[in-house]
């Protein structure tokens, strides 16, 4: 299988979980700019929506959308996702949380909202930081074991970092943590990141500058 990438995004949560999964998989970098793929190719021709996750399976399906392609993830390796009668729903519920509440809080950091609406964009995800913080058991959002949905939020800690969003000390220790971890190194390696873990190309960000 490929994963369609761009470095730092939110596909890092696949790459992250693809390895904890112990999946070989290719991996194929898109230009958010300009939506041509490493290899050349229109991205929009694979991708009509342009967004990167999306998971191109070997025999000819693709899944795009991050929950899809965590929760495909967590299906193949069951280990990255809660256990019991209602782990599956437990799941896909957090990650619906992670895309539809923190994941889009960010949108206005990164267009060209005004710079009122960044500020309230930035209020706004200190505090879903802050609610996820106190839902935190354990080491991880479930408990002693990773899950695909710490790769995602690790993913958007990375991002909350580059902007200076506040996060509490157990947030800070959950990053550290995450980040520890080999599979998250590799990743991070991969993708050109590993020497600033806690930091994404912000120079583009017109608004913080
Ligand atoms: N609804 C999509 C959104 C994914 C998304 O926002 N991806 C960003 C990177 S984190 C992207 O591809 N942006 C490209 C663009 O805005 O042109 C999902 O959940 O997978």
Redesign the pocket.
Same mark, same amino acid.
């Given at each position: 299988m490929k994963l369609y990438y &761009?470095p730092g &995004?939110? +596909?890092l949560a696949g790459r992250i979980s693809l390895h904890e999964a112990g999946v070989a998989a290719e991996f194929e970098r *898109?230009d958010?700019?300009t939506?041509i793929t490493e290899q050349g190719y229109d991205y929009l021709s694979i991708n009509p @929506?342009?967004?990167?996750?999306m998971l191109a399976l070997d025999d000819g399906n693709a899944i795009?959308?991050?929950? &899809? *392609?965590l929760e495909f993830i967590a299906d193949h390796e069951p280990t990255l996702g809660p256990d019991g009668p209602l782990g599956r729903t437990r799941l896909i519920e957090l990650l619906s949380w992670l +895309?539809t509440e923190l994941?889009v809080a960010? @949108?206005p950091l990164?267009?060209s909202a005004s710079r009122a609406e960044k500020a309230n964009a930035l209020n706004m995800v200190a505090k879903l930081l802050d609610i996820i913080s106190e839902q935190m058991r354990e080491h991880y959002l479930f408990g002693p074991r990773f899950s695909v949905a710490d790769a995602y939020l690790f *993913?958007m800690l990375r991002w909350a970092g580059a902007l200076c969003v506040p996060v509490s000390p157990e947030m800070h220790a959950y990053f550290a943590r995450v980040a520890a971890r080999p599979t998250v190194q590799r990743a991070l390696w991969e993708e050109g990141l590993l020497d600033a873990r806690s930091l994404i190309d912000i120079s583009s960000i017109e608004a913080l500058k």
């Open positions: &761009a &995004a939110c +596909s *898109v958010m700019k939506k @929506r342009g967004y990167v996750p795009t959308e991050n929950i &899809a *392609v +895309s994941h960010f @949108r990164w267009d *993913v």
